[in-house]
């Protein structure tokens, strides 16, 4: 993946998390709404039939002790006391009285004689009562009531038409009423009334459901051929929809703000160098640049550096850069690993033509650590054909820090016929006398005392000290960084064997290396 892929890729998944946490908070909301509305209707339908539930209630008790008195005239003065008592102890009637020939001839409120005509019955039900379902009263009118007889007695109850559906609503267009449950003839009710409604209770005892338009319960008398349903329309849904997202919405907003932050990070962490260190190894994007190794007594060239190189992206990455993240990550080794086999594999036929050309290869700490380094590099010279002594291994002060393990691996390294150099020799801080406790073979004189060669600076006088004292440790020089004539003829003069510089090459592919090398012996 390139780093501009994964970065489109990161922010179109950041822009995702923002946007899907808002979509299902807004989602959420209109689902929340339906099931809020849905307990909301299914606890008013049950209201509604609880209140009809007792209103049928208080009518039977009050046509039972009515009956019970077997009054040979219903309307006499101890009857209408009667009335009056039953009418004070139930709640939810207004008056009981009796009917006859379509006319409340008396009530609780007295004798009416002929004043109040009913008319006819809507319907008698199964039990024997014949119900009026809106009658209105000369003395109270514009309101209309609900008058139940007992069609056998003439004994009547009468209720506000509205009385089961006295229920607290929170909005005007809620539609609710009572229907004969075997039926579904519809008793009383306010509002919109859908037969399907009634319906879709089948067998159940209650049901409610959201039929795209209202929001509907239904619920039907355990006690009554009755059933009570609310339905509320589905317009309400939208704007508590809208309520509740405007709640939701910001949260989820959030909530996608710390998803696309934490896909960032990842994106970042995945565009990280260790992790780009990690698929560059997968995926083969090294490759190794070698600079020549000057023999100063003759100018031929003895052998080359190898300098590792990283291709990412169509941009060459500095080793200065990544080794380092490399050493920090955990990943050096497989990165020695990669240029001892990047070397193995082109340089093979070079050394072999050429078996007094070697090839330095530079390494770290950690490989001074390891303890199968040794073994790795015995299997990858013997895979390759190359003989161990066309190899130089080039190890940083760094590296020889851990001395005892260190001191090993190199005293098996030497046994093993490879040779080892001390790298950037004088920018460490290992003591001298610590440096003469290995057994070396080259030491490499660094780049910054080189570039002191001809200069006043009191520093000058350094490479004079480093140059005898590898010479009393019985170590070959070389010269790192070699720039100008004028440095090498110093060099040369001072008893240094080997230099390397822009001044003899740069570093090079390995087969303007070979082409070079050929030139020069052809
Ligand atoms: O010429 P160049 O920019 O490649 O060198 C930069 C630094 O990277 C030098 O200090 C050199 O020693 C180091 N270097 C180059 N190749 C390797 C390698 O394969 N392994 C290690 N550990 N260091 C390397
Ligand atoms: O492993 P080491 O630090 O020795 O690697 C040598 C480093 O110095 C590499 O980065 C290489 O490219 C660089 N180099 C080699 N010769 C010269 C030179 O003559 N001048 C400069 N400025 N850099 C050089
Ligand atoms: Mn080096």
Request: proline share 4%; charged share 20%.
């Amino acid at each position: 993946m390139s780093r501009r892929t994964a970065i489109v890729i990161a922010l179109v998944t950041g822009l995702a998390a923002i946007a899907l946490p808002i979509m299902v908070a807004l989602h959420l909301a209109r689902e929340g709404s339906v099931e809020e509305e849905m307990a909301r209707v299914a606890l008013l339908a049950g209201e509604v039939l609880q209140r009809s539930d007792r209103i049928s209630d208080q009518m039977g008790t009050a046509f039972i002790r009515l009956r019970a008195t077997e009054a040979a005239t219903p309307c006499s003065a101890e009857n209408i006391a009667l009335m009056r008592q039953i009418d004070m102890i139930s709640s939810l009637l207004q008056a009981v009285g009796y009917v006859d020939a379509d006319r409340l001839v008396c009530s609780s409120l007295g004798r009416h004689g002929e004043r109040f005509p009913i008319g006819p019955p809507d319907h008698v039900d199964a039990t024997g009562i014949a119900m009026r379902a809106s009658v209105e009263l000369s003395i109270t009118p514009g309101v209309a009531f609900t008058i139940a007889a007992d069609a056998a007695s003439g004994y009547a109850a009468i209720v506000h038409r509205d009385a089961p559906l006295d229920v607290p609503l929170r909005r005007p267009d809620v539609s609710l009423g009572v229907v004969t449950a075997s039926t579904g003839e519809p008793i009383l009710g306010r509002g919109e009334f859908r037969p399907e409604w009634i319906e879709a209770l089948g067998d159940a005892h209650d049901t409610v459901f959201f039929d795209g338009r209202h929001v509907v319960a239904v619920a039907r008398s355990r006690f009554y051929d009755h059933a009570a349903y609310v339905a509320a329309p589905a317009a309400y849904l939208t704007e508590s929809a809208r309520a509740l997202a405007m709640v939701l919405a910001p949260v989820g907003g959030i909530a996608g703000l710390l998803l696309a932050f934490a896909v960032f990070a990842l994106a970042r962490q995945q565009l990280s160098l260790p992790a780009m260190l990690r698929s560059g190894l997968r995926r083969n994007e090294f490759f190794v640049h070698y600079q020549p190794i000057v023999e100063l007594e003759t100018a031929r060239w003895v052998g080359a550096e190898a300098l590792v190189r990283w291709r990412r992206d169509g941009e060459t990455v500095r080793p200065d850069l990544f080794i380092p993240e490399a050493e920090e990550a955990g990943l050096i080794r497989r990165v020695t690993q990669r240029v001892m086999e990047l070397v193995a594999g082109e340089a093979a036929g070079l050394l072999r033509r050429n078996p007094h050309f070697h090839i330095g290869i530079n390494l770290s700490s950690e490989d001074l650590q390891a303890p199968d380094m040794v073994d790795n590099l015995r299997d990858t010279l013997r895979d390759a054909g190359i003989a161990p002594a066309s190899l130089l291994l080039e190890a940083t002060e760094r590296g020889f820090l851990k001395a005892d393990s260190s001191r090993q691996i190199v005293r098996d390294l030497r046994a093993l016929g490879v040779s080892v150099a001390i790298d950037d020799f004088g920018t460490g801080y290992s003591s001298l006398s610590y440096l003469t406790t290995f057994e070396l073979d080259y030491l490499k004189i660094d780049k910054s005392f080189v570039d002191t060669i001809g200069q006043e600076a009191a520093t000058s006088q350094v490479i004079v000290h480093i140059i005898a004292m590898a010479r009393a440790l019985g170590l070959a020089m070389i010269a790192e960084g070699v720039e100008t004539e004028a440095q090498a003829r110093f060099l040369k003069e001072n008893g240094v064997q080997y230099a390397q510089g822009w001044f003899y090459a740069r570093p090079m592919p390995f087969a303007e290396l070979t082409r070079l090398l050929e030139e020069s012996e052809g």
